[in-house]
């Protein structure tokens, strides 16, 4: 029945298509297109000769918008409403206000203020989007076309890898098209730089700015500090009669961020002391000092020797390290030695305030660091052959390298809970914050140790342990595309072509145990505790604590008092090493449309279609079939698995034009998202069950195991969009375009820019991934795994289940947004230089997988997103104030050993503001100078479980950001 469907819309989407182009040639053979005042240079339907000979296509009848080369806020609203309403498909778009200088503090930051685009933080810095309410996972990234690889484990771009002033324009494809390769399920990113020949001349442009924090620095340490800065500077010129273009640009930042960190280990309710009522079980506490660094390089050269070839070669690289100063104590309370005292306070089954008794916390000297390194190579050779055809042959490399250490070290008042116990009060506040009064001095009697006896598991004393996850990533692209184009009919142009893809991906993580010279419990050659030389400081006192002792623990590995022991295994219940390899071929055709429907509607877009061919495989590891486990040494071997399967793509955009201000866009399209990479990890723990010895039940057996599914075929969607836009018209005053503004702008002329939309868009989705599903497996490879030949006689089946993931999900996501980005002269002169963007987007979604009945909602939607921007630009001067705003959605956070685990996280709303003046003439002409604050409404990040906000499972509160700066322009 499924098949059927997809059948069905790939039938009618054809169908659709026929009779459009049908009725569309017979109503161009006979009626004239509009010719109003605003669009007639661009209306007449026949083909003419220019004046250097060639062959003229003049028939489109829709109304075109040309970029405007201004500067400001302004500008980069102006050329943003260009892009959207020229663009063949629905997108969004953010253009530059100036060469080197989008708008916002970031990639990220920028385009979470689009419609229908919201955006996760991590580490106080925006990194992920989400589209449309689907998460990271279901989009992609690109830049000038070329598809890009990611520096997590899995597909997500992080967003934060690319310096804002590399980009010129950035385009949100929102619906498909056929030639757009490496699109994703719900929205694709093409982040496009600087065309040097497109330019008219040299331009050049540097801006600085210095960048601090409001909170004071928590944890001092090497790498971190509470000052940062942004330099950057971009280099545009064309040589040899502009047949040649370069552009150069460099970008160094150091971007600090204070974080007060909180996460409670959960919320249990079989306390003997509680009553069934929920009370805290312990919380992981620091004060984070965190300093990203990143330098990046890009390079554009352009050569056009003659009308017939322009080729392009574009280079970037960049440079990212990230250090953590983490230090603070970890408090095991109900699920740690601590006791509940009687005489709490309750607030509807939660436990908002108490005493425990008994405490032995964990002192934290943490250190993370996160060092990757990206480039990107893309070589674009495009041949006009003659007036009917032209070819593009594109290649295109994208490489990341990623490499983390995760290090925790503890130290406390004695080995395995011997030393001096705490009693310490808590209250849970209304902000999700757990406030603390310990009774203890911990700057005296503190040791290194094991306080809590956690390696005694491993026969060892645990006084630390280290995460050291290093990323592989890298990804070839091929693409040739060949076009022909029509100077008469319902079709401008036709373009086919093929596209071929590989892309490797290697993850492998070493972790240690940091012991204090190493030897065994069991042996009686394990050391217990070791002093150490700190400082005392105050990174917890935001939640109660005053002071600690806190030292370097690289230091410490250093002088040989922390030595590592290797694990045997691993902390993950997958053996976390895999290795993914795709080869994807993509042969595809695209029809564009430009005609006219009668005398009164104009019709463009395109029609189309993808056919992809995928072949996938994942090479993992397992315990090695007839091994036992002796002397806490795993033996593991390698096992891959593999799969290949085609995938039908078609797709349609049509834009109505029903007068020379009102658009409505149609699409449907069919996409998909391809699993995550770790999901694809074949790899297999396996677990054994006595009490099942004699079970034929293979739900209730012996064997079991999780692990992942190198056959993952990719989630698919059936993608619907409609949209109505309105062009606002007035007069020039409508932007206030000043004596510098190039008035040859349809924005700046008519007072453009500003418009009216409002939009629906519905996603079915189909064969999604179910994370936490089970499949039948048979173990009989495994035999004898530590049973006897009397216990093996006994085995009831050697069948058993998996639980990995599986295509067995199947929902929807809908929803409709609303804009409306207003000039405030079109109001009334009286505001001119004033304007306001606004916009709204509720989203519902359903998800329901196989087994299960009760549908969930979608990983990353939020039910309710809305932007809005107040700006004023005048003579020079220019004022804007930004809210964002999503509510609660399924997020991913970090997990144990360097995972991502999904929690809620709590909505809310960011205020960010800017301020600047620019001198346009004297001797400061160009010159610009810049203050702004991000996170001003001092933002709490939360997030929580059993939809009960007060169950905080992570709370961090970031402070506010500042930068003043200064940007010039070379005139």
Known sequence: MLNLKRNLLSAALASAMFMVATHAQADAASAPGPQSSDSAQNTDQSATQGQDGKKTDTKRGATKLQAVEVSGFVSSLENSTA???????????????????????????????????????????????????????????????????????????????????????????????????????AGTVDMQTIRPLEKDKAEAAVNARYIWNDQSQLSKGPGVSDKGYNLNGVWVNQFADHTVGVTLGVDFEKNPAQIEHQAPWGYPTDNAVANGNAVVGGAKNYGISDTMKRNGLLATVQWQPNEHYTGTIDMTYTNFKEVQQAKGMELPLAWGSATLQPGYTTSNGLITSGTYTTLSPVIRNDYNSTSARVYNFNWDNKFHINEDWSADLVGNYSRATRDDINLESYSGLGFNKSGPTDTIGFVERNDGLLYVTPSLDYTNGVVLTDPQGWGGGNDLVQAGFINAPHTVDYLANLKLSVQRDFASGPFSSLEFGVAHSTRNKTYHIDQTFLTLGGGTISGGNAVTSAPYSGTTCSPLAWMGISQQLCYDPLAEISNGTLVGVPTFGSSLNTPPDWKVREKVLTPYFQFNLDTNLGNTVTLRGNFGMQMQHTSQRGVGERVAPGSAITGNAISLIPV?????????????????????????????????????????????????????????????????????????????????????????????????????????????????????????????????????????????????????????????????????????????????????????????????????????????????????????????????????????????FEARISDNYRSSFLGEVSGISASRILQTVAGGSTYDAQVSYTFDHGPLDGLTLIAQGSNLSNKIFTTFQNNDPRQVLTWERYGRRYEVGVSYKFQ
């Open 83 to 185: 892009v959207k309403r020229n663009a063949d498909s629905i997108v969004e778009a953010v253009s530059a206000e100036q060469i080197g200088k989008l708008p916002g503090v970031s990639i990220a930051d920028t385009l979470g203020r689009l419609p229908g685009l919201a955006v996760q933080e991590v580490s106080g810095r925006p990194q992920v989007l989400t589209i449309h309410g689907l998460g990271p996972d279901f989009s992609t990234a690109l830049v000038n076309g070329g598809q890009q690889v990611s520096t997590s484990n899995n597909r997500d771009v992080q967003f934060d890898q690319y310096p804002s002033s590399w980009f010129n324009t950035v385009v949100v494809h929102l619906s498909p098209q056929a030639n757009l390769i490496g699109q994703g399920l």
């Open 640 to 876: 891959e698995g593999s799969t290949s399967y085609n995938k039908y793509l078609p797709s349609a955009n049509l834009i109505f034009g029903f007068s020379s201000n009102d658009d409505v866009r149609v699409s449907a399209a069919r996409t998909l998202a391809r699993a995550r990479m770790d999901q694809m990890n074949p790899g297999l723990t396996v677990h054994a069950d006595i009490s099942h010895l004699s079970s034929t039940d293979p739900n209730q057996a012996y064997f079991k195991a999780d692990g992942g599914n190198a056959k993952l075929k990719p989630t698919m969607a059936d993608n619907y969009n409609v949209s109505y836009e309105h062009y606002f018209s007035g007069d020039s005053s409508g932007f206030a375009c000043n004596s510098s503004d190039n008035k040859n702008s349809d924005l700046c002329r008519t007072g453009g820019g500003g418009y009216f939309a409002v939009s629906g868009y519905f996603i079915a989705l189909h064969d999604y991934i179910n994370p936490n599903a089970a499949f039948l497996y048979d173990f009989s490879s495994f035999l004898p795994f530590g049973l006897t030949p009397a216990q093996e006689a006994q085995l009831g089946t050697t069948m058993g289940t998996i639980s990995g993931p599986t295509n067995d999900g199947r929902g929807y996501v809908k929803g409709a947004q609303v804009t409306l980005n207003l000039p405030g002269g079109l109001i009334t002169p009286a505001l001119n230089g004033f304007g306001a963007i606004f916009t709204g987007n509720r989203t519902k979604s359903s998800l329901v997988y196989g087994g299960n009945p009760d549908p969930i909602t979608v990983p990353g939607l939020s039910k309710w997103v809305a932007n809005g921007t107040v700006y004023y630009q005048h003579a020079g």
